[in-house]
């Protein structure tokens, strides 16, 4: 019995494509994602909601309307930094939220193979501050650098499999009491 309500949604937009790095950009990477991990929860018979059709990515200034209505947001990204060296996952939310933040990374760093940065505040990284969390209360998951090869490369290797841990760590949090 499903007890809580789910939305994922792809940061970024048409209009807005995020950081460019290795041959992506970061709305191509984590649209792709949402359209995966939707694909798989819907698989385990999780009801969600997310930000656009299959291929869709509406601006985030509607995101993190939708967001706000959710017992579980997240908006999925991709870090950036000037050093192709830096690595890793991490999320960004409300204290409230950073228990299941930490779950989060731990199963995408597991998966990946990338280094774990761990949960983290609002004002954290390059992507703080925004109305998702500030506002909508959501997660922003920063999946992997797209700035790091490395880091690009296992994420195209693993992607599949990343969706499918995820939307099983996620089944499992929609049926919780609390
Ligand atoms: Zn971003």
């Known amino acids: 019995m499903q007890t809580r309500t789910l939305f994922i949604s792809a940061g970024h937009s048409d209009a807005d494509p995020g950081a460019v790095g290795n041959g992506y950009t970061e709305a191509d990477i984590v649209l792709e994602f949402r359209d995966l991990l939707a694909g798989a929860l819907r698989a385990r018979g999780v009801e969600f909601s997310k930000d656009g059709e299959p291929g869709q990515n509406l601006p985030l200034s509607k995101a993190w309307r939708l967001a706000a209505t959710q017992d579980i947001a997240l908006e999925f990204h ?6 192709a060296t830096a690595t890793g996952v991490e999320t960004l939310s409300w204290p409230g ?12 760093s597991e998966t990946l193979d990338i280094a774990n ?12 501050r925004l109305a998702f969390v500030s506002r909508g209360g959501g997660i922003i998951v920063e999946l992997f650098f797209i700035s790091n ?30």
């Open 78 to 83: 991709c870090n950036a930094f000037r050093a």
């Open 97 to 108: 939220q950073m228990d299941l933040g930490g779950r989060i990374c731990n199963v995408i």
């Open 117 to 128: 940065r761990g949960a983290k505040g609002e004002a954290s990284g390059q992507h703080s």
């Open 149 to 178: 090869p490395q880091d690009v490369a296992r994420y195209q290797r693993w992607k599949l499999q990343l969706a499918e841990v995820l939307a099983e760590l996620l089944a499992e949090e929609v049926m919780c009491a609390d």
